[in-house]
């Protein structure tokens, strides 16, 4: 899932670097990849979701 | 500033932000065979993500989504890099997972680093100049095109190195990663059980805390775990006499002066005097100033020194002193006689009971040693008896006690863990706990580190402590009832074992 993100990160530097009218496409895939990225850290802590300290 | 010296600014931060913690992390892994778990890959992948909203502002200039988007980021990579060190930033010294680089591990400069971003946008946003937002893209410049090129090279590179060490989807990144390598025979995808678990907010930490006047426990002697025990009956039964803040929550006898110690709910501490009619010292703590104090549920005699204990193992160290200055002890006492001090407030710190409350505590004259027994919880089943030297406060020893071969639990899935002591004492080389479950005393041969017999006490409600008294044991009730029931002496002059003497 990992390498995925970086294609879709890949894609939208692409996008604002060679067709920058596709901004809001190019935003779009950069909060796509940001969920994804919070997701995938989510599931790397998911039996316990904040931090193993004392709170 | 202008908007172009921003972008221009913003270039170099690219660059750096790619070239340094994104393109480091990718040579690490090339030359040193360093591969980023899950949770490194979400960090680093947060760090790739600021870089490209850079790239956004570069070409299309501070637009406000970009702006909370990099706060965002910075915010969320924050929270990451301290769950993540929060694993081992506790851990002894020097110890730590992977690599350190420059001393620190690469989780504790995700944190560094994403603090960084988000006081370079603020102080980069204090420095802008208001002008009217341009539209349309803007031409990157030589600098912002070298950012845009090193981008997607080192993003590229990274794409390579996690294909290789995490896979295509739906495989995802591991928590225990192994070395990287070109060689496909040596790649390893998702061997783990990373989906495994229950979901949960705080894990391994989600541990109620005891209340000791309101034990969640079942007190019938029949439901224990241990089978065929004999019967310790009460053989009389007196009461504190003096009226008391709140309901009694630990116990204890001095063996010297015959004088008792009790604490209560409400934080407060007693001296009574041997015959339990009158207070002759009393204090109320101020339990939040500053070693936080949960509920008090030990008390112990060291010689002239009273040791309380709270169930989160911080512990008080008190003397009774006719010299007490009132005016020094306002910080540490909300009530006092005015003749007591307190001479010190500090943590055991423990290591197999790290995670589990306790409610008694004892003193070993012998070993001149403080003892806490843990009571289990919910999350983690264990009973350790931990021992801590009195001359340093510190942990000496712990055991998780064995069973005498006389004794038996009732099926394979009992276990000692189940009884929830509340009160202990030491007599003889031998540690008597009364457990609130079950309504057992258990004996521990603290050299033998073996529990040498059990008797069921019916008829007791709520013990909160235990104290010695000549033959007698004492088991003080939360309500102030004392049950006096008869030492039993293990090993000694009486019968070995669970045979009730």
């Given at each position: 899932m990992e390498f995925l993100n970086f294609l879709l990160i890949l894609w939208a530097a692409w996008l604002i670097w060679r067709r920058p009218e596709r901004e809001r496409f190019a935003f779009a895939l950069l909060v796509v990849s940001c969920l994804l990225m919070a997701l995938l850290f989510l599931v790397g802590t998911h039996t316990s979701l904040v931090p193993r300290v004392n709170l | 500033m202008s908007q172009d010296r921003l972008r221009a600014i913003l270039a170099w931060i690219v660059i750096v932000l790619t070239a340094v913690p994104v393109g480091g992390a990718v040579w690490l892994g090339v030359v040193h065979g360093e591969s980023p778990c899950i949770l490194c890959w979400a960090q680093r992948t947060s760090m790739v993500l600021i870089g490209l909203v850079g790239l956004f502002v570069i070409r299309y200039g501070p637009r406000p989504r970009y702006i909370g988007m990099v706060v965002l980021l910075g915010a969320w990579g924050v929270f990451m890099s301290l769950r993540h060190s929060s694993l081992h930033l506790a851990r002894d010294v020097g110890q730590g997972y992977a690599a350190p680089y420059f001393g620190v591990h690469t989780y504790a400069w995700a944190w560094l680093i994403h603090w960084l971003v988000l006081g370079v946008v603020g102080v980069l946003l204090l420095m802008l100049r208001e002008e009217p937002a341009e539209e349309g893209p803007h031409d990157p410049g030589r600098v912002g095109r070298f950012a845009f090129v090193l981008f997607v090279a080192v993003v590229a590179a990274n794409a390579s190195q996690a294909f290789i060490t995490t896979g295509p989807p739906p495989f995802m990144g591991q928590a225990d990663p192994v070395r990287f390598s070109l060689n496909p025979r040596h790649w390893v995808w998702m061997n783990r059980d990373e989906l495994a678990g229950r979901v949960s907010l705080r894990g391994s930490w989600t541990i109620p805390r005891p209340d000791p006047v309101a034990l969640d426990v079942d007190p019938e002697p029949a439901g224990g775990p241990l089978a065929d025990l004999p019967t310790l009956p009460a053989q009389d039964w007196g009461r504190i006499g003096p009226a008391l803040?709140?309901?009694?929550?630990g116990f204890a006898r001095d063996t010297k002066t015959g004088q008792f110690l009790g604490t209560t709910e409400h934080f407060s501490a007693y001296v009574f005097d041997s015959s339990l009619t009158r207070i002759e010292h009393h204090v109320e703590l101020d339990h939040q100033y500053s070693i936080d104090l949960t509920p008090l549920a030990g008390a112990t005699f060291l010689g002239d020194t009273l040791a309380l204990l709270a169930t989160n193992k911080s512990y008080v160290l008190l003397r009774p002193d006719t010299s007490a200055d009132p005016d020094r002890e306002w910080r540490h006492f909300r009530a006092t006689t005015g003749d007591v001090t307190e001479l010190r407030r500090s943590r055991f710190a423990t290591v197999r009971a790290r995670l589990l409350y306790v409610l008694s505590l004892a003193y070993d004259p012998e070993a001149d040693e403080l003892i806490t027994v843990s009571v289990p919880s919910a999350r983690h089943r264990r009973l350790v008896v931990s021992r801590f030297t009195r001359a340093d406060m510190t942990l000496a020893s712990e055991f998780l006690p064995r069973l005498d071969p006389g004794l038996s639990l009732?099926?394979?899935?009992?276990?000692?863990?189940e009884y929830v002591v509340t009160g202990s004492v030491v007599r003889n080389g031998l540690l008597y706990l009364i457990s609130g479950a079950f309504s057992t005393v258990l004996v521990i041969d603290l050299t033998e580190k073996v529990v040498v017999a059990a008797y069921t006490v019916p008829g007791i409600e709520q013990p909160v402590g235990l104290a010695a008294r000549g033959s007698q044991l004492l088991v003080a009730q939360a309500d102030g009832r004392i049950a006096a029931v008869e030492l039993p002496l293990v090993g000694g002059s009486s019968a070995r074992g669970p045979v009730g003497s």
């Open positions: - | 803040d709140g309901q009694l929550t009732r099926s394979d899935d009992r276990s000692l863990a």
